[in-house]
């Protein structure tokens, strides 16, 4: 069973950049979208990016478009996110995910996401 394992979290001031990224063993995941979501203390998860390798179509949350870009490396089976002009509210345990549905369908049908990793913790002080 395909397994996705998170990296790259860790504790940053407003303004700084990380990059997570997000590996996937013990499966084949070939034609799945892969991509993000998040989950910050008390709020419900959220749609961050997600990407089609095939055309290369991406799709960002409202709150994340113009400071995140979502990537990946196919050939190496890992997908990307890099995280600039970091803010507080962006605190909070990022998931990776993948699922055969196209990206259009996953702000709002998290129910549908077939794999997720275990999360890494991004905590942005000010």
């Known amino acids: 069973q395909a397994q996705l394992i998170e990296s790259g979290g860790g504790l940053v001031q407003a303004g700084d950049s990380l990059r997570l990224s997000c590996a996937a063993s013990?499966?084949?995941?070939?034609?799945?979208?892969r991509g993000w979501f998040r989950q910050a203390p008390g709020k419900e998860r959220e749609f961050v990016a997600a990407i089609n390798w095939n055309g290369g179509t991406t799709l960002y949350g409202d709150s994340v478009r113009g400071r995140f870009t979502v990537s990946g490396d196919d050939v190496k089976n890992v997908v990307f996110l890099q995280l600039n002009n970091l803010k507080v509210e962006d605190t909070a345990v990022y998931y990776c995910?993948?699922?055969?549905?196209?990206?259009?369908?996953?702000?709002?049908?998290?129910?549908?996401?077939?794999?997720w990793g275990q999360g890494t913790l991004v905590l942005v002080s000010e």
């Open positions: 995910a993948a699922s055969r549905y196209g990206v259009s369908w996953w702000p709002s049908n998290i129910g549908d996401i077939e794999v």
């Open positions: 013990g499966g084949i995941l070939s034609g799945y979208v």
